[in-house]
């Protein structure tokens, strides 16, 4: 990394590789923070500031697992492996990155490209874990961590911006009711007064997409189940009395939508999203993931 150059930019563009910077002023702030080399992915607007998603790129790539892009030392300016978190992307705000120091080629960028939509080869991606003891897991957690600290403004700044979401009568037949938000942001649903999130987190080295129901509770986890060829929907706490059935339909980013056959949530119950077919975090649409009560 010593032989990197720095470049100075107005904007970030996509496909852009930065650091981070230490410190932030602001909700969530933070100081002295380790820096983080990340890739441009899109940009968003709100009234006062720019938002970008960016996701980690590291060099380190033999702690790659089977979610983990592994981009050619060809595929960027840096000339180095290197091994791109897409299941940690984040957004961060204009004033959290510090310098471009590179960015990923045309070349890479399709491949990054082809990861998001579900479509790069397992041969483009890491090994997976052996089992919960595998020292990657201990090795990349620091990461897990410092990721979580630099999303803090952002969640932040959705807490101040809260939004509201009336009912508009009952859903026609065949529509996608909207029940759940996207990460992140706190969402109400009146007059039923349902609050939703969805982050992403680890379950015992497993990485998975959190999908929390608050009012009534219902909390579990996506898992993509690869022995089983399935994705899988983990319920860990439901609240007591919960007596209504419900589908969790998850988009992805290729324009599908899976649905889970009809169920009635129980606590350390398991839920087949869909079975016979690899579904992996990263071709998940984090926008797109409802909870359905049947009959709407």
């Known amino acids: 990394m010593s032989s990197a150059t720095f470049h100075q930019a107005k904007r970030p563009g996509r496909g852009d590789i930065w650091w981070s ?3 932030y002023e602001g909700p969530a702030g933070y100081e002295d923070l380790d820096r ?32 983990d892009l592994i981009l050619a030392p060809d595929a960027t300016s840096l000339g180095l492996p290197a091994r791109l978190q897409l299941r940690r992307r984040i957004t961060l705000a204009w004033e959290q990155f510090e310098a471009k120091i590179g960015e990923v080629r045309s070349k890479g960028m399709e491949l990054v490209d ?14 997976a874990y052996e089992s919960e003891h595998d020292w990657r897991i201990a090795a990349d957690r620091w990461a897990a961590e410092l990721v979580a600290e630099l999303q803090g403004p952002y969640f932040a ?40 999130a969805l982050a992403a987190s680890d379950r015992g080295g497993r990485e998975v997409i959190e999908v929390c129901v608050e009012q009534p509770e219902m909390r579990g986890y996506l898992w993509p189940n690869l022995q089983r060829a399935a994705l ?8 007591e009395g919960w007596r ?39 071709a998940i649409d984090p926008e797109r993931i409802r909870v359905r009560p049947v009959g709407e």
């Open 114 to 127: 082809a990861a998001l939509a579900g479509e790069a080869g397992l041969e483009s991606f890491g090994i």
């Open 21 to 23: 910077a230490p410190s």
């Open 157 to 196: 700044a959705l807490q101040e911006a809260e939004v509201t979401i009336a009912d508009t009568g009952p859903a026609p037949a065949g529509d996608l009711a909207e029940m759940v938000q996207l990460a992140g942001r706190r969402a109400t649903r009146t007059p039923e007064d349902r609050e939703f």
């Open 36 to 67: 983080m080399m990340f890739v441009v992915l899109d940009e968003s607007h709100t009234v006062d500031r720019s938002w970008f998603g960016v996701a980690p790129i590291w060099p380190d790539t033999d702690l790659a697992n089977e979610l």
């Open 244 to 282: 209504r059935s419900v589908e969790l339909l998850v988009g992805l980013h290729d324009g599908r939508t899976l649905a889970s056959s009809a169920f009635t949530p129980e606590a350390g119950g398991r839920v087949d999203v869909v079975e016979g077919e690899v579904v992996l975090l990263k």
């Open 232 to 239: 899988e929907f983990h319920l860990e706490r439901v609240a």
